[in-house]
């Protein structure tokens, strides 16, 4: 994108402060993890440095979980606009006999909005350590509950919760539907 995807304005809002407004509402800690922390200073939230830099997304879910004080948390990307509470609190809802709960949609699993125990820290510093940086190579090591679409989709039915933000080309149609709606 050339730039911070968190900065990313979508309907002229930040994807950060559209996704921080959500978990803050939801939760007792939010954390930010980035590879710079200078960006996010003014955003009141602890920014941790990535403990596994250049290790991509498992480096940055391994960050966040060593640095969260309770044992489950919601991971999520920061080029995630369009949170959706009540489908966040269906999969917490879903904790108690897991180490992690992930939504499948129809374009498979969704990792980066999903929630993770303590317990996923060891099987993450496996993989991490034999250099390999899929989230998902990590779930045959842990319990998996899968929430398919058919059980979340009366909460989010256009299922724009995992709408993410990766080209200007996502953003340009983004902005277009925007303005179609507002007409």
Same mark, same amino acid.
């Given at each position: ?8 304005? #979508? ?10 407004? #959500? ?37 940055? %879910? ?5 640095? *969260?004080?309770?044992?489950? *948390? ?26 992690? #709960? ?38 045959? %090591? ?18 724009? *919760? ?22």
């Amino acid at each position: 994108m050339g730039q911070d995807k968190a900065f990313i304005e #979508v309907h002229g809002v930040p994807i950060i402060l559209r996704v921080l407004a #959500v978990l803050n509402r939801l939760f007792h800690e939010t954390i930010i993890v980035a590879n710079q922390k200078e960006p996010y200073a003014g955003l009141n939230t602890p920014v941790y440095r990535d403990l596994a830099p250049g290790q991509g997304a498992l480096g940055g %879910l391994y960050t966040g979980l060593v640095h *969260s004080t309770f044992p489950y *948390s919601f991971c999520v990307a920061c080029d995630m606009p369009f949170l959706n509470r009540a489908l966040i609190e269906y999969l917490l809802s879903r904790i108690e006999q897991y180490d992690a #709960v992930v939504p499948r949609t129809s374009d498979g699993l969704q990792p980066l909005h999903a929630i993770y125990s303590k317990k996923c820290l060891e099987p993450i510093r496996h993989l991490l350590d034999l250099e390999k940086t899929k989230i998902m190579d990590f779930y045959p %090591l842990i319990k998996v509950g899968i929430v398919d679409e058919k059980e979340f989709l009366p909460l989010d039915p256009e299922k724009r *919760s995992f709408t993410n933000v990766n080209t200007p080309e996502e953003l340009q149609m983004l902005q277009k539907e925007r303005e179609r709606s507002l007409r």
